[in-house]
């Protein structure tokens, strides 16, 4: 019997980013999904401000919003161009 360990499946908003709203909010697996990087990479990243300060919904829950994921993105993008 085969398990699935969680850390393999791809979450549901990452498959689906395209078709988010820019108004969604999206968890850290997926930022880390999308900039290919670590936990610690994540927050460096936001520290440095290549990757957007988060939102707290709640005290235990932080959340990014997919519209400025978006923007930075596509700004890195265009700087290596």
Do not use: H
């Not at 670590?38 to 709640?58: D, E």
């Amino acid at each position: 019997m085969m398990f699935s360990n969680k850390s393999e499946t791809i979450p549901e908003a990452l498959k689906n980013f395209d078709q988010l709203p820019d108004t969604a909010n999206v968890r850290q697996p997926v930022v880390q999904a999308l900039y290919a990087c670590s936990p610690a990479s994540v927050w460096r990243g936001v520290n440095a401000g290549r990757i957007p300060k988060p939102r707290k919904l709640s005290p235990r829950t932080t959340c990014w919003n997919v519209g400025e994921l978006r923007a930075a993105l596509i700004a890195a993008g265009n700087q290596g161009a």
